[in-house]
């Protein structure tokens, strides 16, 4: 598993120190890895390409400032380098000339909104002076995207994690419908319950690839957020007699807090009013299961000095 950057105290990302605010960074972040997700449909690349671009983005500008790189170039050497990562190669030719396309057309959209239609968008001649630069600079981006990295190629995504994590929860029966389906058997109730889980939970770590969580958390740790918070949309509880921290592996509440948050956060502008009351409503459930925790760390008797786990070195 790669570490690289993972638990990122994002205070510290170049850009910042450069005197970009943290909105301004998270937009930026956010705008490009929307343009490396339509660019990887245009392309269409798998879904793992996809987000591994996007986690190549994030930790290059985990060591990079915004200011000192163009985002659109490294956006692309990002998706060249990850579409051969994952064994789904594209010629850099064609991925230049749709990206290129896609940004103009996304630039012309922008200076002519509430307009007419804007006309197609003026493609690159391969053959010209412009198309031979931009190509030159990629292939020196994707380089240095490598260097950055450290060579990690090897990216693990929270998908894998929150199938098991929800095959697992479903196939023991520790979870059940607030409001059980009508005119379906035990085992169909569960298939059901396990296909909205996944498919919610698919939604949250797609959303959270726009965000710098990669950065902060495990995909492990994401993976378990996704799942909590695909339970809380789908109006699923745990039995009588347990808590969602306890069949969720008794994760860092703390943390799992932070990362459905700053999910919540992304997807909340794009809801309706409906949305928002859930929203509040799992905001409070979250505060409920912080403190929690917390009396029950503070009822619990102190153990011997022997007893006590070895301290964690600080990362960086």
């Known amino acids: 598993m790669s570490t690289v950057v993972t638990h990122l105290d994002i ?86 000339l749709q990206c290129h396309e896609l940004k103009t057309r996304g630039m012309q959209a922008g200076r002519m909104k509430g307009a007419s239609p804007p006309p197609p968008p003026a493609s690159l001649d391969t053959k010209g002076e412009e198309f031979s630069k931009l190509k030159e600079r990629i292939l020196l981006m994707e380089r240095v995207i490598l260097h950055t990295i450290g060579f990690e190629l090897s990216i693990d995504h929270p998908y894998k994690f929150f199938v098991d994590q929800i095959k697992k929860l479903t196939q023991t029966r520790q979870l059940v419908y607030k409001n059980p389906p009508p005119n379906l058997s035990t085992r169909e109730t569960y298939q059901k319950m396990m296909n909205e889980l996944v498919q919610y939970s698919m939604s949250f770590a797609n959303d959270s690839m726009h965000t710098s969580l990669c950065l902060q958390f495990s995909p492990q740790l994401i993976a378990t957020a996704c799942v909590y918070l695909a339970g809380q949309f789908a109006k699923v509880e745990t039995q009588a007699g347990s808590t969602w921290a306890s069949v969720l592996g008794d994760p860092d509440i703390e943390s799992l807090a932070s990362i459905c948050v700053q999910i919540l956060d992304l997807i909340d502008p794009r809801k309706t009013g409906g949305d928002l009351e859930n929203f509040k409503k799992i905001r409070t459930q979250l505060e409920v299961l912080k403190s929690s925790r917390e009396k029950t760390s503070t009822t619990q008797p102190p153990r011997p000095p022997s007893e006590l786990p070895a301290k964690r070195p600080k990362t960086s």
């Open 11 to 96: 205070s510290q990302l170049p850009s910042l120190k450069d005197g970009m605010s943290a909105e301004e960074e998270a937009t930026k972040r956010r705008k490009t890895c929307r343009f490396i997700e339509e660019a990887g449909r245009v392309l269409k690349l798998p879904r793992v390409a996809i987000s591994t671009a996007m986690v190549f983005f994030h930790r290059f500008y985990a060591k990079h400032s915004f200011q000192d790189h163009d985002r659109f170039e490294v956006a692309v050497a990002a998706i060249v380098l990850a579409a051969k990562t994952e064994e789904s190669p594209k010629k850099l030719n064609t991925v230049i």
